[in-house]
């Protein structure tokens, strides 16, 4: 049953490859410390220029998986004791705490119900309280509930104070159209795996003129003020991921000449056709507010897990909870796919479904998600 052009993967990172990216993987690898390598990596920052929309630089990408440019963002921005709120809604949130602490600052956590997103007035109450506070750590899309946080409003909050509202943008950036230096935020993090549809391996961290005046020296490997000083002019510090930096000058391109804001509404659309779909079979989608990058599904009395190890066997890979919601929850991820993609999962999630006795109409999801899209 398997299918011998092998797995199908809807996990939110990592996520499926495009050919173009996969052609590019393929080649030989070249030098860094040489015209070519300088050229291509210049280009590409100009492709994130656009793609971020600010006039500065002030971006630097890294060789990592996204938790490096977290703790950049934390070691770069943030001295020992600072005060920092970090909104914990969910694993990611945890991090964000998790790395606040282990760097010696002062972490008030605001605790968001799993599944539900911030309510920015609690986040302006609590800068009022802690007028000291010089950092709001948060997600943009929190992929472990499948929640998304409104930056925005968060942004004409941090806005008006002395903090820095610090996003983690990992499965956000690529996907939404998000305007950093119009919404006030001041340090958004992505990563190669998620909506850049590239191998794990590469991050990338934007940030303001208000950030850029507290950067520190703390960090050695992950110092943005020499990154950034070498990058401009096209080199790295350190040996670059230079196969991932040529890919993503391919998924920039892949995502410009889409445009981000079609992009963006390709992503409403499947998120919206994804989640009747699932409701159609009578699941719930888990969060209140839900990210477009992926759907997080409660299927209520059903072991989320049976569920997805029937959906391998037909070759089709969701993800699973993480930390409290294993087992009671799975994640289908849009990111990489194109509409006639979703068809693919929600056939193999009817089918499990009927495998394990479930008494559905074959068809339903399926058709539900093409109403929604045909719309
Ligand atoms: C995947 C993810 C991360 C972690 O990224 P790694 O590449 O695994 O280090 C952080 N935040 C969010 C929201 C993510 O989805």
Not at 13 to 24: F, K, Q, S, W, Y
Not at 25 to 52: C, D, M, S, Y
Not at 290 to 299: D, E, G, M, Y
């Given at each position: 049953?398997?299918?011998?052009?092998?797995?199908?993967?809807?996990?939110?990172?990592?996520?499926?490859?495009?050919?173009?990216?996969?052609?590019?993987?393929?080649?030989?690898?070249?030098?860094?410390?040489?015209?070519?390598?300088?050229?291509?990596?210049?280009?590409?920052?100009?492709?994130?220029?656009?793609?971020?929309?600010?006039?500065?630089?002030?971006?630097?990408?890294?060789?990592?998986?996204?938790?490096?440019?977290?703790?950049?963002?934390?070691?770069?921005?943030?001295?020992?004791?600072?005060?920092?709120?970090?909104?914990?809604?969910?694993?990611?949130?945890?991090?964000?705490?998790?790395?606040?602490?282990?760097?010696?600052?002062?972490?008030?956590?605001?605790?968001?119900?799993?599944?539900?997103?911030?309510?920015p007035e609690k986040v302006e109450n609590l800068l009022k309280e802690n007028p000291d506070c010089k950092g709001v750590l948060v997600q943009m899309s929190e992929s472990s509930t499948g929640a998304l946080h409104d930056v925005k409003t968060l942004g004409e909050i941090t806005g008006k104070s002395d903090a820095l509202l610090v996003v983690d943008a990992i499965t956000a950036l690529g996907v939404y159209d998000i305007k950093p230096c119009e919404w006030d935020i001041d340090v958004l993090v992505g990563g190669s795996q998620k909506a850049f549809m590239l191998p794990p391996g590469l991050s990338m961290l934007w940030f303001s003129e208000k950030a850029k005046e507290r950067l520190t020296d703390r960090a050695y490997y992950f110092d943005i003020s020499g990154e950034l000083k070498k990058?401009?002019?096209?080199?790295?510090?350190?040996?670059?991921?230079?196969?991932?930096?040529?890919?993503?000058?391919?998924?920039?391109?892949?995502?410009?000449?889409?445009?981000?804001?079609?992009?963006?509404?390709?992503?409403?659309?499947?998120?919206?056709?994804?989640?009747?779909?699932?409701?159609?079979?009578?699941?719930?989608?888990?969060?209140?507010?839900?990210?477009?990058?992926?759907?997080?599904?409660?299927?209520?009395?059903?072991?989320?897990?049976?569920?997805?190890?029937?959906?391998?066997?037909?070759?089709?890979?969701?993800?699973?909870?993480?930390?409290?919601?294993?087992?009671?929850?799975?994640?289908?991820?849009?990111?990489?796919?194109?509409?006639?993609?979703?068809?693919?999962?929600?056939?193999?999630?009817?089918?499990?479904?009927?495998?394990?006795?479930?008494?559905?109409?074959?068809?339903?999801?399926?058709?539900?998600?093409?109403?929604?899209?045909?719309?």
């Open positions: 049953m398997k299918p011998f052009k092998g797995e199908r993967i809807f996990t939110p990172g990592p996520v499926e490859l495009p050919d173009a990216i996969r052609e590019v993987l393929g080649r030989q690898i070249i030098h860094h410390r040489t015209p070519e390598f300088t050229q291509a990596f210049l280009e590409t920052r100009n492709l994130f220029k656009k793609l971020v929309g600010c006039p500065e630089e002030n971006f630097v990408f890294f060789a990592s998986s996204g938790t490096g440019a977290m703790e950049a963002a934390v070691l770069n921005f943030f001295r020992e004791g600072d005060k920092v709120v970090a909104i914990v809604g969910g694993k990611f949130g945890e991090r964000w705490a998790e790395l606040g602490k282990r760097w010696g600052l002062e972490v008030v956590k605001l605790n968001v119900e799993w599944g539900k997103s911030v309510d990058q401009i002019e096209g080199q790295t510090a350190f040996t670059p991921a230079i196969t991932l930096i040529l890919a993503l000058r391919e998924s920039l391109n892949i995502l410009l000449s889409e445009g981000m804001e079609k992009v963006e509404k390709r992503y409403r659309v499947m998120a919206e056709g994804v989640r009747r779909a699932v409701q159609a079979l009578g699941m719930k989608v888990f969060p209140e507010k839900p990210t477009i990058s992926l759907t997080a599904v409660f299927p209520d009395e059903l072991d989320a897990d049976a569920l997805r190890k029937e959906m391998l066997k037909m070759g089709v890979r969701v993800a699973g909870g993480q930390g409290k919601l294993k087992g009671k929850i799975f994640r289908i991820s849009h990111m990489g796919m194109d509409l006639l993609d979703m068809p693919v999962v929600l056939s193999a999630l009817e089918l499990a479904l009927k495998r394990l006795g479930r008494d559905i109409k074959l068809g339903s999801a399926v058709g539900a998600y093409l109403e929604a899209v045909n719309e």
